[in-house]
């Protein structure tokens, strides 16, 4: 959809640009029949599941996911909100715009599909710049075999705009949501949590250099997606959530969906070396980037207390690696955090709003 | 997606508003339950078909739709690019973004099921505006039983955005692509084309009383869902897409897709009287506006010779109303007008291109 500007009336938005349609084309096609692909990098966009028409028509044509429901998503990445264009690369923004998408897939134990991209852009957006992030989204898309099924690309007279969608599909019964927590189950966690926090302070303080790892958690998050399988496939896991409003506020979802509350273990919760580092080194709350830290896209999810060794060894047997135990769902309503003197706070199982 | 501020570092962009999910709750739930709708309005979202789980976890779960295939289609509407503040009301906003949408969905020749939608809200944005986006978007909505089943919000530093997606469905033997055009086949169009064009410029002019009818044309665009599912199942259709980039662009998308040419018959395009009246009035070239204004979102469409007749009586038996023949397929390349006195004249088949 396009406003049709009278014949003279010319739109130099993008001067000495591609127009839309061959952005479209090279985007889809890529730049490789000109130049070269660097060594290993991907170059072709994967063709995916049940793709019966892709891009190019007025919409994408899917066959159904035989016997499995669909999962679908969407996230929205505004310039001067969710990033600065001078934190990092296009690539990054790539990679990151599909990841969070990922993300929410993997949280509902799903496998992805297939995705949307729209992209509205500025004028100091150039063509290569565009090239850079279309690199980014594909070594993503790549890794799980994700088709680009379809999207738009528009000028913008503001801000940088990356609006993706993301279909999935999932055995129906074993989805995994935020409701089914009961008293007694561990609460678990699957990485070390406020690490993308700390690196996103690190880029407003204009100091990134220090902490690569902090950085990379918060400009190229992995996302779980092979997690996330393994709990829907393992049935012992009874709800489930990617950190994206951070550990507090992303349980405290959890709680309400299910109706029940929760203990964190202080000295349960694994602190990642970097952010320790960097919290004594700027004199941070090391546990407000812990509790609240927010974009980390790890998982956090609720197993029963009888289930609970089972699951972490079949995760070191599938995925060579295992999750945090950092706590239990209990009856009671709220949040409570449990020191190592046995005293209990009350904390705010609040997500971090937009708009305050 | 959010990034995560630091405490203290306080968020003000929506001062005295809704925050994040109170926003979202309402928008989901409606303002209903506070003050009474309007006459006759709908208040609730449609429920839809096949949704398991909609708004509110990490993904929407649906069911496939039996032995149909799935449709989806995107699109980005930016304030400055799309659309001005000042040229309709909110709710003029709702329903152009969802009808933009199921005007793809109805150019495949399938049937609207469901949407996510994403807004990206600037300061100025009232809870009130976009209650009464939220209206128009539901009127649609409500026309067509399509399920809202997510989305995301997010403040914008800038314009505001609004970015949809949409799920259809359709019978995989009787999907309508652009690419089926015969020589011999008769082009048709829904609508006499132009209108959509005019009232764009009516209102840039800022003299938008005269023509109601041109207006609405622009800021209220009907989808023509029913028609496009018509054409399915009559199987009388063998190309269809909906007209955003003007009629000769789009006709040159189906002849790219097909590999065929065509010929307009000037003295067979419909002519809208109010577009007649607003052209000779302020000197337009109306032909122009005929050929090349967008966002008209009407079909045009490729019917067999033979089939034309009984293609045409069984529009108006089902529908009440029949379309305008306006020109033929031929074999070679490129799309002539013939004008009344027997001359043939080239005319360039493109589309509008966003940054030129």
Redesign the interface.
Known sequence: ???????GE?????PG?????E?IRKFLSGPEAESAPGPGAASAWPTGQGV??GP???????????D????????????????RRDWGTPRHLGWKSLA?NLS??A??G?QPL?C?L???LPPPWTDAEVMEFRRGFLDLACRFDVAL???????????L?I?V?V??A?D?AR?L???GARPGDVIWISRPPGA??AG??LLREGSPEVYPELLEAFLQPRPEVELGLACAAGGRVRA???V???LAGDLGHILE?SGVGAELEETALPVLPALKSAARNRNW?LR?YML????EYSLLGCTPEGQWENFDRALREKLGRGVYAIGRVRREAGLVLRHADGREENIAPR??????
Do not use: C
């Open positions: 959809m396009t406003v049709k500007r009278p014949e010319g739109d130099s938005r993008r640009r591609w127009g839309e349609f952005l019966v028409i190019g028509d007025d919409a994408a044509v899917l066959r159904p996911p035989g499995r429901v669909i999962l679908q998503t969407t996230d929205l990445l505004v310039e001067g909100i969710h990033f969070v929410d897939i949280a509902m799903g297939h949307l729209s992209l509205a099924i379809g999207g738009d690309v528009t000028a913008s007279p503001g801000p705009l609006s969608t279909n999935g999932a129906p989805v949501t935020r409701a993308a926090a996103l302070e489930l959530i990617d994206s409003d951070g969906a709350n407000e609240r830290g927010g974009e997500a971090y709003d937009h708009f305050r």
